[in-house]
C-alpha cells in the first residue's frame, strides 16, 4: 500500500536518490565483477590452464593423446606470452591422468620447441609451416619413445606413431581457427560454418579431459556434452544441433568406446532440440529428453537407463541456471539467427547513421553557408544608405570645401545646415537631373559663396554614385541567388538525410498473410518482402517462377495485391530470371491517383528542320510531371541551342530535387552570365502533382496557358521577363486545381501570334479550343498546329510554332482486380 501511494503521489527526493545510489553501486559492482573476471581468465591466462589440463588428460583409442602439441602450437603462434602456462597446464594434465603418457606428453613438447626454433629461422609463413612441425614433432617423439622403451619399432608402432601424427596435424590447423574465439575477450565478427565446426571440435576436445571423472555413473563429459548441445541447439536449430551431436559424439566415442552409443544420442536429441527450439529452453530440454529415452533403452538398456536420464536432467538443470544473456551473445555470432540478424541490422544501421550524419552536417554547412549570403536587414540597409550619403558629400566637400576660406564657418558653425543643403540638392539633382528648386536654389547662393560649383560636383559625382549603387545592386542580386541555391541544397541534402534514415519496416505477419494467398491462388512465389504498407507509399519485391513473357507480374499479382491492399499497386520493375534457379525478380508500388498523357505538335520557321522552339515533358522521382517549353530569341540553329540548353540545365536541376523556383533562378543566372551576347529565351513550365492534380505555372516571357474543363477554358497567365535577360527577376507562380478529364493546352509564340488579321488572340484561342472534340491529346495537337497554319490561308510560316496538349486522367491499372478475397479485410487495417 505504502509503495502504491508513493507511486501516485510521487517518490520523495530521498527515495529517488537512493534508487540512484543503488542502481550506480550496482552497476559499478558489474564492471568491478566483469573487469576482474577479464583480468583473470583472459590477462592471467587461467582460461589457457583450464583447457591445457583437461587436453592434457584428453585420450583417444586408449592410448593417443593427439591434442596436446596442436594446442601448444596454436597458442605458442596466437598467444606466445601465455606459451608458458600452456605448456605446464598440459604437463599438469598428464600427471594427474589415468594413461599414463607423461613421457610422450614431455618428450613432444620438448621436442616441438627445438623443432619451432630450427624452423623459424628459414621460413616466411610460420602458420603454414606449423601443422608439418607439428606433425613430425610427434612422429619423432612418439618413436622415439617407442624406441627407448622396447628397443625396436614394429610395424603397429608406426601405423599408432602415424595414426596420432596425422591427427596432430588435423587439429593443428582446426585449433588455429578455434582457439581465438576461446582466449579472446570478444570476437569482433560472426562466425562462418567451418569456424563453428573448428569451434565444437575444440570444445568437445576439451570434455574428452574429463573422462573418468563420474559419480555413481553419472559421467561428467555426458553431461557437458549435453549442455552443449542444449546451447547450440537453442541458438542454432536443427542443423548446427545434429553437427554438435555428431561431432562431439565422435570425439566421446574415440575416448571410450563405451561412449560410442552417445553419439546416436546426440545426434538425435541436438535434431530434436533444434526442430523444438520455438519453444525456448523448454522445447529444446524436451528434445532432450525424448533422445536421452529413446536412444537410452536402445543403448543401456534397463539398467543403464537411469544413469543416463540422470545425466540429461543434470545438463538440463545447468542449461535453466545459464542466463539468457550469455546465450544471446552467443547466437550473434551463428548465421541464421535472429541474434545474428540483429547484430547485422545494427552494423547497417551504424553505417546508416553516420552517413547520415555526414550528409546533414553537409546540409548544416550549405544552410550556413546561405545565411552568410543572406540580404541585408533593413536597419542595417538604412545605415548603409546613410553611410553612402555621406561618402558622396565628403567626395563634393573635397573638391570644392576644402579649397574655401569659409569653410570653417559653413562646416563648424553651421554644419546641420550645410549638411541638410547639399543633402537636399543631391536627392533634387539625382531626381531631376538638374537643380530645379527656385527656393532651394536661392537658400544656397545665400549660404555658399560658390553655389554653382558645389551642384556642378554634385553633379558630376552622381555619375559615380550610380555606379556604385549598380554594382551594389548587382552584389546583392548575386549574394540573394546563391543564398537560394545554397538553401536548396541543403533542403535536398536533409531530405537524403531522411530518405537514409528510413528503416525497412516489420511487416512478418502481413508477408506471411500475402504469401499464403498468393500461393493459394497458385501462384509460385520464392520469397516476399513488404519495405512498407503507408498509404500511397506501398512497397513490396518478391520472386516469383519464370513466365515466359506472360506477364503475371503485372496481369494477376498486381491486381490481387491491389485488392488485398486495397489500393492500386503496379508492376514497377521486373528482372527476369534474376535468381539462381531461375525466378524472376517483381517491384511492385502504389500507383499514382493521376496520369498525364501528352501530344506534341511542332514546326519551324518556313517549314525548315531546326526549330527554335524546344520542349520536355518528363516524370520526375518526387511524384510530379513536368511540361516545358522554351522559346529562344530568333530561328534556326543559334535559337535551337539556346531553348534546348536552357531546358536540359532545367531538366538536370529539377531531378536533382530542388524546387522549381530555385531552379529556374539558377538557370537564368547561368544563362546571364554564360555569354555577352543578347541571347534570350522564354520558358513556360508547369508542375502537375500526380497525387492530388494541383499544378503550378511558372512563365517566363510566354504565352498564357489554356485549360479546357468540360465547356469551359480558363485562361493562365503572367508576365516575366525571358530567361537570361536579367540575373535578379521575381517569377510570378499561378497555382491551379486541376481535374480528372482536364486538358492543358501550351503554346509557343508562333501559335499565339501567327492569326495576323485577330486583334483579341486570347478569345480567338478559346474559341478555337472549345471547338475541338477529340479524344486523344495528339489529335488535338495536330489539329491546332493545322488550323493555325491554315487561318493565314497558306502563307508561309512566320515563326517556330510548338503546341503541347496534356490531359489529366485518373490512373486505372490496365487489368482490374481479380476478387477472390473479397470477404478478406485488406492487411493494411490488419497491421
Not at 21 to 31: G, L, N
Not at 380 to 389: L, P
Request: include cysteine.
Amino acid at each position: 500500500m505504502l509503495r502504491k501511494t508513493m507511486k501516485f503521489w510521487g517518490e520523495p527526493a530521498w527515495a529517488l536518490r537512493a534508487g540512484q545510489i543503488y542502481q550506480s553501486t550496482t552497476d559499478s559492482f558489474k564492471q568491478q565483477c566483469a573487469s576482474w573476471f577479464q583480468t583473470v581468465f583472459y590477462q592471467w591466462g587461467l582460461l589457457i590452464a583450464i583447457m591445457g589440463f583437461l587436453l592434457g588428460r584428453a585420450v583417444i583409442l586408449t592410448e593417443l593423446t593427439p591434442f596436446v602439441l596442436p594446442f601448444l602450437a596454436a597458442v605458442y603462434l596466437l598467444k606466445r606470452d601465455k606459451a608458458a602456462i600452456a605448456s605446464f597446464s598440459l604437463l599438469a594434465g598428464a600427471i594427474f591422468s589415468y594413461h599414463g603418457q607423461i613421457g610422450f606428453v614431455i618428450a613432444a613438447i620438448i621436442v616441438y620447441i627445438l623443432l619451432q626454433k630450427a624452423v623459424a629461422r628459414h621460413v616466411r609463413s610460420p602458420t603454414q609451416a606449423l601443422p608439418y612441425i607439428v606433425f613430425s614433432a610427434s612422429l619423432l617423439a612418439r618413436l622415439s619413445l617407442v624406441f627407448f622403451e622396447s628397443g625396436t619399432i614394429t610395424g603397429y608402432a608406426w601405423m599408432m606413431a602415424a595414426v596420432e601424427s596425422g591427427l596432430s596435424f588435423i587439429l593443428t590447423m582446426i585449433f588455429l581457427q578455434s582457439v581465438p574465439f576461446i582466449t579472446a575477450k570478444r570476437v569482433q565478427r560472426p562466425l562462418k560454418n567451418e569456424e563453428i565446426i573448428c569451434l565444437i571440435i575444440l570444445l568437445a576436445s576439451v570434455m574428452t579431459g574429463t573422462v573418468g571423472w563420474a559419480w555413481n555413473d553419472v559421467t561428467i563429459e555426458h553431461i557437458l556434452a549435453r549442455y552443449l548441445l542444449l546451447i547450440f541447439g537453442l541458438v542454432g536449430g536443427a542443423a548446427i544441433g545434429s553437427t554438435v551431436g555428431v561431432v562431439t559424439g565422435l570425439i566421446l566415442s574415440l575416448a571410450s568406446l563405451a561412449n560410442l552409443y552417445q553419439m546416436s544420442l546426440l545426434a538425435f536429441s541436438g535434431l530434436l532440440g533444434g526442430l523444438l527450439k520455438e519453444g525456448k529452453k523448454v522445447g529444446v530440454a524436451a528434445g532432450l529428453l525424448i533422445g536421452t529415452l529413446l536412444i537410452g533403452m536402445y543403448g543401456e538398456g534397463g539398467p543403464g537407463i537411469s544413469a543416463t536420464i540422470i545425466e540429461s536432467f543434470v545438463a538440463i538443470s545447468l542449461f535453466f541456471l545459464t542466463p539468457n544473456r550469455i546465450i544471446h551473445n552467443i547466437a550473434r555470432y551463428i548465421p541464421g539467427t535472429v541474434e545474428y540478424a540483429a547484430e547485422q541490422q545494427q552494423y547497417l544501421r551504424k553505417i546508416r547513421d553516420v552517413t547520415a550524419g555526414r550528409v546533414e552536417q553537409f546540409s548544416t554547412l550549405f544552410q550556413t553557408l546561405s545565411k552568410s549570403f543572406q540580404m541585408p536587414t533593413q536597419t542595417e540597409e538604412a545605415d548603409r544608405d546613410e553611410r553612402e550619403v555621406d561618402y558622396f558629400l565628403s567626395n563634393v566637400t573635397e573638391k570644392t570645401c576644402q579649397t574655401c576660406f569659409k569653410k570653417e564657418r559653413c562646416w563648424v558653425q553651421n554644419f546641420n545646415k550645410t549638411y541638410d543643403s547639399m543633402n537636399k540638392i543631391m536627392t533634387e539633382t539625382a531626381k531631376n537631373g538638374e537643380l530645379k528648386d527656385q527656393l532651394l536654389q536661392l537658400e544656397w547662393n545665400k549660404h555658399c559663396i560658390r553655389p554653382d560649383k558645389v551642384v556642378q560636383a554634385i553633379l558630376t559625382e552622381h555619375s559615380h554614385y550610380q555606379v556604385n549603387q549598380m554594382l551594389r545592386k548587382q552584389v546583392n542580386e548575386s549574394r540573394k541567388l546563391v543564398a537560394d541555391q545554397l538553401l536548396g541544397v541543403s533542403q535536398v541534402m536533409g531530405d537524403f538525410a531522411k530518405e537514409i534514415q528510413r528503416e525497412k519496416e516489420a511487416h512478418f505477419q502481413q508477408e506471411e498473410e500475402l504469401l499464403d494467398l498468393l500461393r493459394g491462388a497458385g501462384l509460385e512465389i520464392g520469397h516476399l518482402e513488404i519495405y512498407s504498407l503507408r498509404p500511397g507509399q506501398v512497397e513490396i519485391e518478391l520472386s516469383t517462377s519464370f513466365d515466359n513473357g506472360q506477364g503475371i507480374g503485372e496481369k494477376i499479382i498486381a491486381p490481387m495485391l491491389s485488392s488485398l491492399l486495397n489500393e492500386i499497386v503496379v508492376l514497377q520493375k521486373e528482372e527476369q530470371q534474376f535468381y539462381s534457379n531461375g525466378h524472376s525478380h517483381m517491384a511492385f508500388r502504389s500507383a499514382k491517383q493521376f496520369v498525364v498523357e501528352t501530344g506534341v505538335a511542332n514546326v519551324a520557321k518556313g517549314g525548315a528542320w531546326v526549330s527554335g522552339d524546344s520542349y520536355s515533358t518528363l516524370e520526375l522521382g518526387s511524384g510530379q510531371y513536368a511540361i516545358a517549353i522554351s522559346d529562344g530569341m530568333g530561328n534556326g540553329e543559334r535559337a535551337h541551342l539556346e531553348s534546348t540548353e536552357t531546358l536540359k540545365l532545367l531538366q538536370k536541376v529539377l531531378e536533382s530535387g530542388i524546387e522549381e523556383m530555385v531552379a529556374i533562378k539558377s538557370v537564368n543566372s547561368v544563362l546571364s552570365l554564360r555569354t555577352t551576347d543578347e541571347i534570350f529565351s522564354t520558358l513556360d513550365l508547369a508542375m502537375i502533382d500526380l497525387q492530388t492534380a494541383k499544378a503550378k505555372f511558372l512563365k517566363i516571357g510566354s504565352i498564357p496557358t489554356f485549360i479546357k474543363r468540360g465547356d469551359k477554358v480558363i485562361k493562365i497567365d503572367a508576365s516575366n521577363l525571358p530567361m537570361g535577360m536579367f540575373q535578379d527577376f521575381d517569377v510570378d507562380v499561378v497555382s491551379e486545381q486541376l481535374k480528372a478529364g482536364d486538358v492543358l493546352i501550351m503554346v509557343s509564340d508562333g501559335i499565339y501570334d501567327s492569326p495576323s488579321h485577330v486583334e483579341n488572340k486570347d478569345l480567338w484561342m478559346k474559341r478555337m479550343i472549345m471547338e475541338l472534340d477529340l479524344a486523344q491529346p495528339q489529335e488535338m495537337a495536330d489539329m491546332i498546329l493545322e488550323r493555325v497554319i491554315r487561318s493565314e490561308r497558306g502563307i508561309q510560316i512566320e515563326d517556330d510554332m510548338t503546341v503541347i496538349v496534356a490531359q489529366v486522367k485518373r490512373n486505372t491499372p490496365k487489368w482490374a482486380s481479380i476478387p477472390l478475397y473479397q470477404s478478406t479485410p485488406p492487411l493494411k487495417k490488419r497491421a
